[in-house]
């Protein structure tokens, strides 16, 4: 897969244990990065039940976080 484009990729979330991420080298030597994260510095446990309460009494608007998105 070549990205279109230029800037971030980010991948987010937990694969299954038989998906696999792959992409051509050059897609990493035209300015462009590639991220990962499971919960960036949340802990799941913790955090993630306060980000659902505020969200659900609608004192959290999640939608306006989301920029673009691609279902591969």
Same mark, same amino acid.
């Given at each position: 897969?070549?990205?279109q484009g230029w800037g971030v990729a980010l991948l987010v979330g937990v694969p299954s /244990?038989? %998906?696999a991420f792959k992409t051509h080298p050059m897609n990493m030597l035209? *300015?462009?990065? @590639?991220?990962?994260t499971?919960?960036?510095n949340y802990k799941p /446990?913790? %955090?993630?039940?306060?980000?659902?309460?505020?969200?659900m009494l609608k *004192?959290?608007? @999640?939608e306006k976080f989301i920029a673009h998105?691609?279902?591969?």
């Open positions: 897969m070549l990205f /244990k038989d %998906d035209n *300015e462009r990065t @590639l991220k990962g499971l919960f960036g /446990k913790t %955090d993630i039940p306060g980000v659902v309460e505020k969200y *004192e959290l608007e @999640l998105s691609t279902i591969l």
